[in-house]
């Protein structure tokens, strides 16, 4: 069975940092681009961060540039999702998607599997 699985999640200051990962099980990542995905209560799905397949391509949205860095470790058939200087609007549950017909490069649509994602809340 084909399964993406987020962890990493949880409660933080504003200021913190958290690492998110995403495995996958049943399938080699080292053939996906992987994106990042997140949506906060109320509000719709929005793109944080895509990696194409070798990793040498990455975008951010514009909201998490300079404190969001994704990357990944195809050894271990794994995403990371560095966040940085937490701010509360950071405040969402994040989910972590596969694309498999993008052969190089990575983008916000056309994903194939996604996970069930992890919350992470930003308070004091």
């Known amino acids: 069975q084909l399964q993406l699985v987020e962890s990493g999640g949880g409660l933080v200051q504003p200021g913190g940092s958290l690492r998110l990962s995403c495995a996958a099980s049943g399938f080699t990542l080292d053939y996906y681009a992987i994106g990042w995905f997140r949506q906060a209560p109320g509000k719709e799905r929005e793109a944080v961060s895509c990696i194409s397949r070798r990793g040498d391509t990455t975008n951010y949205a514009d909201s998490v540039k300079g404190r969001f860095t994704i990357s990944r470790d195809n050894a271990k058939n794994t995403v990371y999702l560095q966040m940085n200087s937490l701010k509360p609007e950071d405040t969402a549950v994040y989910y972590c998607?596969?694309?498999?017909?993008?052969?190089?490069?990575?983008?916000?649509?056309?994903?194939?599997?996604w996970g069930r994602g992890t919350l992470v809340t930003v308070s004091s």
């Open positions: 998607a596969a694309d498999r017909r993008l052969l190089t490069g990575c983008r916000f649509s056309g994903m194939d599997y």
